[in-house]
C-alpha cells in the first residue's frame, strides 16, 4: 500500500518527464531522422520511374514509327502540291489507344508508384505527428511535476484519488498516440522495404 500517493505520482511524472526529454534528443532532428527512415526511398521512385517510362516508350514506338511513313500533302489552288509534312500522331486514335493499353495491362508499376508516394506522405504525417507528441508530453509532464512538487513538497498538501487520476490522464493521451504513430510508421516503412525489394533491388 502506498502511502504518499501524491509522491509516487510526483515520482512517475519525472520518470516520464526523463523519457520525452530523452525521446526529444531522439526525435527532434527531423533532417536527420527523415533521412535515415526513408533511406532507399529515392532509389526506388527512380526504378518505378524508369520501369513505367520505358514500358510506356514501348507501348508509343509503334505508333511514332508509324507516323513517319504518314505524310499531309498540301495543295493550292490550282491542284498542285507544294508542301508535304509528317502527321503529328499525339491526339491521334492510335495514340489514345496506345496509352489506354498501357494504362491497362502495365498498371502494376503505376499504382506501386501511386502507392509509394501516398506511403511517403502518410509517413511524413506521422513523423511529424510522432515528433509533436513527444515535445507536448514534455511541456505537460513538466506542468505537472511542478504542479506536484509544489503542493506536496512546499504547500504539503495531499492529492486526492480524483485529482490524482486526472494528472495521468494527459500522459495517457500522449502514450497513445506515441504509439500510434510508431505503429503506422512502422507499417508504412515496411510498405517502403517491400516496394524497394520488387523494384530496386540489384
Given at each position: 500500500?502506498?502511502?504518499?500517493?501524491?509522491?509516487?505520482?510526483?515520482?512517475?511524472?519525472?520518470?516520464?518527464?526523463?523519457?520525452?526529454?530523452?525521446?526529444?534528443?531522439?526525435?527532434?532532428?527531423?533532417?536527420?531522422?527523415?533521412?535515415?527512415?526513408l533511406k532507399g526511398l529515392g532509389e526506388t521512385l527512380a526504378a518505378l520511374k524508369r520501369t513505367i517510362s520505358s514500358?510506356?516508350?514501348?507501348?508509343?514506338?509503334?505508333?511514332?514509327?508509324?507516323?513517319?511513313?504518314?505524310?499531309?500533302?498540301?495543295?493550292?489552288?490550282?491542284?498542285?502540291?507544294?508542301?508535304?509534312?509528317?502527321?503529328?500522331p499525339v491526339g491521334s486514335e492510335a495514340y489514345r489507344e496506345a496509352l489506354f493499353s498501357f494504362t491497362a495491362s502495365?498498371?502494376?508499376?503505376?499504382?506501386?508508384?501511386?502507392?509509394?508516394?501516398?506511403?511517403?506522405?502518410?509517413?511524413?504525417?506521422?513523423?511529424?505527428?510522432?515528433?509533436?507528441?513527444?515535445?507536448?508530453?514534455?511541456?505537460?509532464?513538466?506542468?505537472?511535476?511542478?504542479?506536484?512538487?509544489?503542493?506536496?513538497?512546499?504547500?504539503?498538501?495531499?492529492?486526492?484519488?480524483?485529482?490524482?487520476?486526472?494528472?495521468?490522464?494527459?500522459?495517457?493521451?500522449?502514450?497513445?498516440?506515441?504509439?500510434?504513430?510508431?505503429?503506422?510508421?512502422?507499417?508504412?516503412?515496411?510498405?517502403?522495404?517491400?516496394?524497394?525489394?520488387?523494384?530496386?533491388?540489384?
Amino acid at each position: 500500500m502506498i502511502a504518499d500517493p501524491g509522491t509516487a505520482l510526483l515520482t512517475l511524472h519525472c520518470a516520464v518527464l526523463a523519457a520525452a526529454i530523452t525521446g526529444h534528443y531522439k526525435y527532434s532532428d527531423r533532417s536527420e531522422h527523415f533521412e535515415k527512415s526513408l533511406k532507399g526511398l529515392g532509389e526506388t521512385l527512380a526504378a518505378l520511374k524508369r520501369t513505367i517510362s520505358s514500358g510506356l516508350a514501348e507501348r508509343l514506338r509503334p505508333v511514332f514509327e508509324n507516323a513517319q511513313s504518314v505524310t499531309s500533302v498540301l495543295l493550292d489552288a490550282s491542284g498542285s502540291q507544294f508542301q508535304e509534312s509528317f502527321v503529328n500522331p499525339v491526339g491521334s486514335e492510335a495514340y489514345r489507344e496506345a496509352l489506354f493499353s498501357f494504362t491497362a495491362s502495365d498498371a502494376e508499376p503505376l499504382l506501386a508508384l501511386r502507392s509509394l508516394l501516398d506511403s511517403r506522405d502518410r509517413w511524413l504525417f506521422w513523423a511529424r505527428v510522432q515528433c509533436w507528441t513527444v515535445l507536448a508530453a514534455i511541456i505537460l509532464e513538466g506542468v505537472i511535476a511542478a504542479a506536484l512538487f509544489v503542493s506536496e513538497k512546499l504547500l504539503d498538501l495531499r492529492t486526492g484519488f480524483s485529482w490524482g487520476a486526472a494528472t495521468l490522464l494527459p500522459t495517457a493521451a500522449c502514450f497513445l498516440v506515441f504509439v500510434t504513430a510508431a505503429i503506422r510508421l512502422s507499417l508504412l516503412h515496411d510498405t517502403f522495404v517491400e516496394l524497394r525489394k520488387r523494384y530496386a533491388s540489384p
